[in-house]
């Protein structure tokens, strides 16, 4: 199966021999990639789903790739549907604060969950914030250009860290490596912000420091 470059390296960062469940696997298309890597052996893939329809395409792409017997699939909310064999949780493709929310309203399955694979599409300072307040440290860090975007991914694993505002602000590992990507990336950010900035009617008064907060401190680290 062809998958596009963000999948590939999400997949990348996950394990070999884990027994992984990603959640919101929408088409399944990273379980079938991994199920079909002839390098890599995973101990189980679970996808799971909220909606049914998404699961009714992932069961016939599985079907059709003939993996049944390789990748089981799950319908439920976030975190509903794990069990206590599965030592690696993945999510990708969903904005931060539903996968915060995902973590927080099942937080005693942090004690057998040890690695955490993320690919948020927006908070993702939030989302480090709070794994590492619940007991991960943050282990791989990467910026993939897929198409027009670049995307950030996110590794973590069961440890104690402490990163300071900027660390969690530009990602401590991103800041060591400040590669071609990392510009890129955060010229956007810095772009879309000024362009909120000047969108915004009068007051929002918070949101408008917390801009220009941000917008100082891209500059200066561009
Ligand atoms: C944009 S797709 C991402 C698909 C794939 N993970 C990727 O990165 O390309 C998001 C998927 O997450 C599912 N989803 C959203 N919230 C969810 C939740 N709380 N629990 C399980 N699945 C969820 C959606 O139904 C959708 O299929």
């Given at each position: 199966?062809?998958?596009?470059?963000?999948?590939?390296?999400?997949?990348?960062?996950?394990?070999?021999?884990?027994?992984?469940?990603?959640?919101?696997?929408?088409?399944?298309?990273?379980?079938?990639?991994?199920?079909?890597?002839?390098?890599?052996?995973?101990?189980?893939?679970?996808?799971?789903?909220?909606?049914?329809?998404?699961?009714?395409?992932?069961?016939?792409?599985?079907?059709?790739?003939?993996?049944?017997?390789?990748?089981?699939?799950?319908?439920?909310?976030?975190?509903?549907?794990?069990?206590?064999?599965?030592?690696?949780?993945?999510?990708?493709?969903?904005?931060?604060?539903?996968?915060?929310?995902i973590f927080k309203n099942h937080q005693d399955y942090l004690k057998t969950i040890q690695t955490i694979v993320l690919s948020p599409n927006n908070y993702q300072s939030d989302v480090k914030k709070y794994l590492v307040s619940v007991g991960y440290e943050?282990?791989?860090?990467?910026?993939?250009?897929?198409?027009?975007?670049?995307?950030?991914?996110?590794?973590?694993?069961?440890?104690?860290?402490?990163?300071?505002?900027?660390?969690?602000?530009?990602?401590?590992?991103?800041?060591?490596?400040?590669?071609?990507?990392?510009?890129?990336?955060?010229?956007?950010?810095?772009?879309?912000?000024?362009?909120?900035?000047?969108?915004?009617?009068?007051?929002?008064?918070?949101?408008?420091?917390?801009?220009?907060?941000?917008?100082?401190?891209?500059?200066?680290?561009?």
């Amino acid at each position: 199966m062809l998958i596009n470059n963000r999948l590939k390296e999400v997949g990348r960062l996950i394990d070999e021999n884990a027994s992984f469940l990603d959640v919101g696997c929408d088409h399944a298309f990273l379980d079938i990639y991994l199920a079909q890597d002839r390098k890599r052996q995973f101990k189980k893939i679970v996808a799971s789903d909220n909606k049914k329809g998404p699961l009714e395409q992932a069961q016939n792409n599985i079907n059709q790739h003939k993996l049944k017997n390789k990748i089981e699939l799950r319908l439920g909310n976030g975190l509903d549907i794990y069990t206590e064999d599965i030592d690696t949780v993945v999510i990708s493709g969903m904005g931060g604060r539903n996968m915060i929310g995902i973590f927080k309203n099942h937080q005693d399955y942090l004690k057998t969950i040890q690695t955490i694979v993320l690919s948020p599409n927006n908070y993702q300072s939030d989302v480090k914030k709070y794994l590492v307040s619940v007991g991960y440290e943050i282990t791989d860090e990467v910026l993939i250009k897929d198409g027009k975007y670049v995307y950030q991914i996110i590794k973590f694993k069961k440890g104690k860290a402490k990163y300071n505002k900027r660390e969690y602000f530009f990602g401590p590992l991103l800041l060591q490596k400040k590669d071609k990507l990392f510009r890129e990336y955060y010229t956007r950010e810095l772009k879309s912000r000024e362009i909120i900035l000047e969108l915004l009617p009068k007051g929002f008064n918070y949101r408008k420091l917390k801009l220009k907060k941000e917008i100082n401190l891209i500059k200066k680290e561009l």
